[in-house]
């Protein structure tokens, strides 16, 4: 058995029957159980040393999460006799370490530094709040000493994108520390949107802070949206982030992602014209900043707002994905690079981000980047962020640069978590819980005597997809939360079971801090087996946690007495299948409640057909309703083709998809020409369904006219021949070109 399952039993044992150990997240480098409990309640006090400014927040933060995640007021005092919690500090120590006692007598924080009494109080917090559970509780008798793995844990919000009001920031920031992560890189500024208000240069929020979203062709146009923060709001939210032990980390993109800037003020870029409504789009673009020297003076300005707002020691510039295309194109650019004896436009970066790396280190700022800098050489002192896989932080790394890990697609929220009818829009491929919780941050690439300069570990959640504030809730976690234990304990300690074990009662706390995290990993995903003709379908059940799963199939809901799934299931047609993973007695989120008759064995969703090939696969969003819930279609938009495989087609008659339009609005440059469709037919195109491959017979044709124009989903339905028992289906569109684009929402097979 796992050590550390051993001390949640001792933990368990030692501890009354309503109050449960859970086990600390991110798990500890030691905790040992002791004798006896201490009991809290309404008249247990917060003991802090007199002047202590430290202690005090550490004490605030844990009487305020107290109080909402168990609805018990802890009062602050500078002295008590009773059993009481205590804050103190010692002389000794790592920084951001921490001891915590619990015995009888009361709770002990002992840290050295302000950090150190915060995480102190966040797993006391943990100990506190073991259950969902209001009122006193009593807390088994343990001895935590703790510190964190690496000092870099962060989490990367892109509000460019997609703008989150000052309250959701608020509340991420909350999430973020009751996990003991330290370091929010906030992404201000990109093609889609310029969110910072810069006093000098008003445009960029007056102008590049607002877009109208793209609509297909015809259909209705959607309101303008966007905001932007001031910088009394920013002041406010960075000491929040402070007082939470939090470094906001602020990026302002050059030279490329520059258009927010270049739509406010052109005469920041080369003179290639913008096109009315292209930051609408997403993808990569090719507008980039000139190198004149007011160009600069523009972004030294904007960079000094920046740096009077956010204390952090480093500031981002980007630096990735800068297309050369306007420079190569440009004389005065040209010109520019002949006059410093640069030899291309690689090397033009470079002297680029090295200049802005002089002021910002003329400034007492350390510049960081993605790893693109790199490319014609940086200063020393300049910080590398990894995200094309971890090539960039081993070369940093061997190369003396400090560096974080924050690869895609390993770390990039921004990929689905999972498979199903709960998954918002997303990247296609997925990125599930168990695949952050293994990712590895010291790899074996980096040598031992560069590993030194690995700061640290940072996932991303960039929000092309993730519209609304729920949404990019749904995407960070509980995917953060595997972040931070990655960050923080350990290696020793990685036991995913174990992992899962802690991270459900600590959803349950952060429910209470504001939080409805994604049931992903714990949906119950049913595979379906069913041969034409026949009176019974075989299913399998799983999910991505690995939790037991219990299931019925009268009607009656899932309890703990439920039978244990082991095996595949046949089931007569017409059985209601109700199953829930299980986390002891408790049902979690993402149970099903289905039907297996005739119609849902012959019924794929978009979810369950699979793409022909997968170059940019996407589960993009309709462009409609403007307001309330919209439809998604996974889809590969290089290639908008799918495959319904072993499709139980043997005595249907007739085909029905659901279809939906959605415009084609992505910067792809070259790739755009490779998208092929076959010559429609009619006027507005059609549907093909093919059998056995996508070159086989036609065997279905569906008219796009109903559909064209209409701003929801559309059904199909066209007459089939005589088919064979099971065969694989694919299901094509013919169009012009590529906008609008269509999506496939659903396939059903029909008698």
């Not at 700022?365 to 300049?382: K, N, V």
């Amino acid at each position: 058995m796992h050590p550390r399952r051993l001390i949640a039993l001792a933990l368990f044992a030692a501890a009354p029957a309503a109050a449960a150990e859970p086990l600390l997240l991110p798990a500890p480098v030691s905790a040992e159980a002791g004798k006896g409990a201490f009991a809290v309640g309404t008249a247990t006090v917060i003991v802090v040393p007199p002047g202590d400014r430290g202690a005090r927040n550490a004490a605030e933060r844990l009487a305020e999460w107290t109080l909402a995640a168990r609805g018990l007021r802890l009062a602050i005092v500078s002295d008590a006799k009773a059993p009481a919690i205590r804050f103190r500090r010692g002389a000794a120590g790592a920084a951001e370490s921490y001891a915590l006692d619990i015995a009888a007598s009361g709770a002990t924080i002992t840290a050295r530094d302000d950090a150190g009494l915060l995480y102190g109080a966040v797993s006391l917090w943990q100990y506190l709040t073991p259950d969902r559970a209001r009122g006193a509780v009593s807390i088994p008798a343990v001895t935590v000493k703790d510190a964190p793995r690496f000092r870099w844990r962060g989490l990367m919000l892109d509000s460019a994108r997609n703008f989150q009001s000052p309250a959701y920031i608020r509340r991420l920031l909350d999430w973020m520390a009751v996990n003991k992560l330290n370091t929010f890189h906030w992404h201000l500024v990109d093609d889609q949107g310029w969110r910072l208000e810069i006093r000098k240069y008003p445009r960029l929020t007056d102008v590049s802070a607002w877009r109208v979203p793209a609509t297909a062709p015809g259909a209705p146009p959607l309101p303008r949206t966007g905001g932007f923060y001031t910088q009394a709001e920013v002041r406010e939210i960075v000491a929040y982030a402070a007082a939470r032990g939090i470094t906001i980390v602020p990026e302002i993109e050059m030279p490329g992602h520059a258009l927010s800037a270049l739509r406010a003020y052109p005469r920041l870029g080369t003179g290639a014209a913008i096109p009315a409504g292209v930051e609408s789009d997403w993808g990569v673009f090719p507008w980039l900043y000139n190198t004149d020297d007011a160009t600069f003076a523009f972004l030294e300005d904007v960079l000094r707002e920046v740096m009077a707002l956010f204390p952090s020691r480093y500031i981002h510039v980007g630096g990735d994905e800068a297309v050369k295309d306007q420079w190569k194109a440009s004389p005065a650019i040209q010109a520019k690079m002949k006059s410093l004896g640069i030899a291309d436009e690689d090397a033009l970066q470079s002297w680029f981000i090295r200049r802005m790396q002089r002021f910002l280190a003329a400034n007492g700022r350390r510049l960081i980047g993605w790893d693109e800098i790199l490319q014609g050489g940086i200063a020393p002192e300049a910080t590398v962020m990894s995200w094309r896989g971890i090539d960039g932080a081993v070369a940093a790394a061997k190369a003396g640069h400090d560096t974080v890990l924050s690869p895609s697609p390993a770390l990039y929220l921004n990929h689905r978590e999972g498979y199903g009818p709960l998954e918002p829009p997303a990247r296609g491929d997925r990125i599930d819980l168990r695949s952050v919780y293994g990712f590895d941050p010291a790899p074996a690439a980096i040598p031992a005597e560069a590993r030194g300069h690995i700061l640290g570990v940072q996932a991303n959640l960039w929000t092309e997809h993730a519209r609304t504030e729920p949404r990019a809730s749904w995407m960070l976690f509980p995917r953060a939360n595997a972040l931070a234990e990655v960050a923080w304990s350990p290696e020793r300690s990685r036991d995913f079971g174990g992992f899962v074990a802690r991270l459900v009662p600590q959803l349950d706390r952060m429910r209470a801090l504001g939080l409805e995290p994604s049931a992903s990993s714990f949906t119950v995903a049913p595979t379906v087996d069913f041969s034409p003709g026949g009176t019974q379908a075989k299913v399998a059940l799983a999910n991505v946690a690995g939790l037991p799963i219990r299931y019925t199939i009268d009607g009656s809901a899932v309890i703990a007495a439920s039978p244990l799934y082991a095996a595949p299931l046949t089931l007569p047609l017409a059985t209601r299948l109700r199953a829930a993973a299980m986390l002891g007695d408790r049902a979690l989120a993402g149970a099903i409640d289905t039907t297996i008759d005739l119609a849902s064995v012959r019924r794929q969703t978009d979810e369950q057909l699979a793409t022909c090939t997968d170059k940019v696969k996407l589960a993009v969003e309709d462009d409609a309703p403007a307001n309330g819930a919209r439809a998604s279609f996974l889809t590969d938009i290089l290639n908008p083709c799918w495959l319904y495989r072993d499709a139980p087609a043997g005595g249907a008659k007739q085909v029905a998809l659901t279809v939906g339009q959605f415009p084609f609005n992505f910067q792809i440059g070259a790739d755009l020409a490779a998208i092929r469709f076959r010559a429609p037919e009619t006027p507005d195109g059609e549907f093909e369904v093919r059998a056995g491959s996508c070159d086989g017979e036609r065997i279905a044709v569906l008219p796009l006219a109903p559909a064209r124009g209409k701003p929801a989903l559309t059904r199909l339905v066209a007459p089939l021949p005589p088919r064979a028992a099971k065969e694989t289906l694919c299901i094509t569109y013919t169009a012009r070109g590529v906008n609008p684009m269509w999506g496939l929402k659903q396939v059903e097979l029909l008698p």
